[in-house]
């Protein structure tokens, strides 16, 4: 069945009736269900593979990819997928129909990603101690690491997208955005009143840190305008503050913030900012 979103609905997989299964009587019961869903997942592949979005990406999506994106299927994470909203060096994220919203699916690339720099952001991390050298181990835990970045990041307050699962190299996310598209990005839009927006900026940021946590990517483009609220994306290489980094990240989140909303007409220094997120106790008023 086509859907106007592609056709990757779990429905619409095919299921073979009984009159084309030879019955083997050696078979158990399990035997023919594993079957039946091998079949099952090699008409999923084929479909992915076929619909549109897909066919410029399938070379460096996997068999273990279209595993995990089927599984998500099944589980009622995702019911059938639309077009890119990015295409990136380490993943792709694509727009699609969750069981009961709109859903972001962030496909990480296990061949192409830069996993040495991922391994750096995972360093000194106490949720991914022992983690190896092995490049699918660091760009699988990446995304559990991204996935439990966005729910430590929204039980702190922070609006992020609502993460919803994930699976091997796949993260599924609440989408952030309208039937025209994408939210923009701040970089993108005409800031009525830059002062208000800094101060929802910092606050996310000073409550990021009181959670342990830090962007490391924060700027204009990660941070994005829907529906009058701004979110915060990419939580991906946001790192602990046991990170030995931690603090030039931090530093260069805020000079990054604070120089874009100077850009933008409200003069705020990165020490003003910075001040202001490590402090325990800010005072909400003022200006810096
Ligand atoms: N939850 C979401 N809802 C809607 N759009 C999203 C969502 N997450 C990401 N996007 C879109 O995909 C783009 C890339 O996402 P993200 O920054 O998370 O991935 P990335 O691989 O780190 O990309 P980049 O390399 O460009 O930073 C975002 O700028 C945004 O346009």
């Not at 702190?156 to 923009?184: Q, S």
């Not at 830090?214 to 503050?241: K, M, P, R, W």
């Not at 603090?247 to 990165?270: M, P």
Request: proline share 3%.
């Amino acid at each position: 069945m086509e859907t106007e979103y592609g056709l990757v609905d779990s429905e619409a997989v095919e299921t073979p009736g009984d009159e084309w299964e030879e019955i083997d009587v050696s078979d158990t019961e399990a035997d023919r269900i594993a079957r039946k869903r091998d079949r099952e997942f090699e008409q999923f592949e084929e479909r992915i593979k076929d619909a549109d979005q897909f066919k410029v990406e399938q070379s460096v999506f996997d068999d273990a990819t279209f595993a995990a994106l089927y599984k998500l299927v099944q589980d009622g994470h995702v019911e059938a997928f639309g077009g890119p909203l990015s295409t990136g060096k380490e993943a792709n994220v694509y727009h699609a129909l969750g069981g009961d919203r709109e859903v972001a699916v962030k496909i990480y690339r296990i061949n192409s990603s830069n996993f040495r720099q991922m391994r750096d952001y995972l360093e000194g991390d106490p949720r991914f101690e022992g983690l190896g050298g092995k490049k699918k181990d660091v760009v699988l835990a990446w995304v559990k690491k991204e996935y439990a970045n966005l729910q430590r990041a929204q039980a702190a307050g922070v609006n992020v997208p609502d993460p919803i699962a994930t699976e091997r190299n796949v993260l599924v996310m609440e989408y952030i955005g309208d039937e025209d598209g994408r939210a923009k990005r701040l970089g993108e839009v005409s800031i009525e009143n830059p002062e208000t927006a800094y101060k929802v900026v910092r606050e996310y940021m000073r409550r990021l840190y009181a959670a342990g946590l830090i962007h490391g990517d924060l700027s204009e483009y990660n941070i994005v305008f829907d529906e009058g609220q701004l979110v915060v994306i990419d939580l991906g290489q946001a790192v602990t503050v046991h990170h030995p980094n931690s603090r030039t990240f931090l530093e260069r989140d805020c000079y990054n913030v604070a120089n874009f909303f100077s850009r933008e007409g409200f003069e705020v220094t990165g020490d003003d900012l910075l001040e202001f997120v490590t402090d325990p106790d800010p005072d909400p008023s003022g200006n810096s």
